[in-house]
């Protein structure tokens, strides 16, 4: 582990205690919760599916996702984030794994996943074009990959970086649906960005940053059935 990777890990490792006070972290309140539930349900299949959550942080959307009959894997750096992921299910008296590890190189060795899900990770990350192409080879073909980001009006100029060196991370301050697009067209063969930032249901208030769903498949042909995923990058 680096040590910028390092910080990172203690600074959210620290944060894991007070994580769920927010609206969207911690889904506590009923109608935050449904509307993530529905989001969900639009984007995963409803077959039970493998699911990876990477930068699960303490398991809110994975608990979704295992009530809805999900085979959730869920990978953070934190192990305060992991430790309260695991508690949550234990208490929901539902399976789940939970890893600690970097979630742009996730340890779940050869496994594939029907789906992969990131939510307001990739900014954290040094690499994260390198990250994006990673969690791509863990699909199976037909699979989804689901990423909700943004880009945060707290990162405006001068803002001061979450941890030290943060302010040379490529995505330091999220990145817009735009950019994240055109990184990950490459990689695969069907992309649709869902705008979310006006859905105040989501956050537990109005947000005036952008924030939004991008959902792309691989070994996708063009009648919408699953082919054999092309060589990439």
Known sequence: ??????????????????????????????????AWARRLAAWVPREP??????????????LLLAGAGHRV???DLAPGMVGRAREKFAAAGLPGRFLVGDAALPPTGGQT???VLCRHLVWTLPEP????????????????????EGRWRESGQGAAPYVAGAEQLP??????AADLAAALRPLVDELRIEPLGEDVRLWGGPVADERYALIARVGVDQGG????????G
Do not use: N, Q, Y
Not at 49 to 62: E, F, I, K, N, Q
Not at 129 to 148: D, F, H, I, M, N
Not at 171 to 176: A, H, T, Y
């Open 1 to 34: 582990m680096t040590d910028r990777s390092a910080a990172i890990a203690a600074f959210w490792d620290s944060a894991a205690s007070s994580f769920d006070e927010e609206p969207d972290h911690g889904l506590r309140d009923a109608s935050t919760r449904a």
């Open 49 to 62: 599916a493998d699911v990876l959550d990477v930068g699960c942080g303490t398991g809110s959307l994975a």
């Open 73 to 75: 894997t869920g990978v």
């Open 113 to 115: 996943f029907e789906v």
């Open 129 to 148: 074009e390198s990250a994006l192409r990673e969690w791509v080879k863990r699909l199976r073909p037909g699979g989804r990959l689901v990423l909700v």
């Open 171 to 176: 995505w330091g301050g999220g990145v817009g």
């Open 225 to 232: 059935g699953t082919a054999a995923v092309r060589p990439r």
